[in-house]
């Protein structure tokens, strides 16, 4: 405050206040000091959750990977072997065959899924926006597994499935969908799309959704067809939700193991084997528990790098949006 002088009168007037003044005071690094012991409550809240993560993935993660450099049978301590596994494992016939196989079914799952999940998905965007239908879309995605597996293995069999029955009645000949080694990795991954396809379609009817209809309505207005503004709107304006369903797609797909459990157990003749049963073999049917640590760290490190190369070229981080 300071004075200002009037002829004989003194008036008091007021000095402004800095901006802010009235603000509570922050500390160097911007924290307000009401909330520098936020972090007593914030502890015992996440500590349930820390722990958990800690136990069952961070201690797992380790001890896998220091399984992978061992001889480790069940009966036994292990034995450190240093890279020998790795070595055993470039020259493993069948490890190399159930990739490719696993890489198979990886492809069928992920072109076809995307592609039966985006039109799906459109379909439910444009026609309806009823919870119940997309509710019964989603539905198959709930259901375990196992019982999707056992199911289809009883619809496709050769003799009593509903399928075969239709085709015999088309064509008179029956097809053993999952005894034939030409039919049954495409059989395995028809599973696996009708299991996934209702999550990603809504996932991407999320996505759907945040397009202004405006983008449409000037596509109309330039002549464009619907096909073409599919094409040159829908997708490319879809590219993040698409990166990300496409991510999860392999990632899942790579870790394929209770459908062929249930359904060919890795047959006929191998024809099945991806590679998580191959592995499941080796740890619990031989228990050369330090080989099938080798095996699953490989598969580890392969997603780590198939993902980082899928958000690069799908440049998942950007949006033309705009």
Known sequence: MFHKVKGDSVTAIAKPKKRGADL??????????AHR??????????????????????????????LSFTDFKILSAPAWTGLENIRTLLGDAMFW?????TLYFVALSVIF????????????????????????????FLISGVVAGLVWAWMLDPQLGIVNIAIKAMTGDGVNFLGDPQWVIPSIAVISVWKSMGYNAILIVAGLSTIPNEVYEAGRLDGASEIQMFRRLTVPLLRPILAMVTVLTVISAFQVFDIVAVTTKGGPANSSNVLQMYIYDKAFNQFDFGYAATMALSLFAMLIAITFIQMRLLRANESDMG
């Open 97 to 101: 065959q159930s990739l490719g196989i």
């Open 37 to 66: 012991n936020d972090w007593k409550l914030a502890l015992p809240l996440i500590a349930p959750a820390v722990l958990g993560f800690v136990v069952f993935a961070v201690y797992p993660t380790l001890r896998g990977i220091y």
């Open 113 to 140: 899924g995307i592609f039966i999940s985006l039109v799906t998905a459109v379909v439910l965007h444009r026609l309806t926006s009823s919870t119940l239908i997309r509710g019964l879309v989603i539905l198959p």
């Open 24 to 33: 509570p005071k922050r500390n160097a690094r911007g924290r307000n000091p």
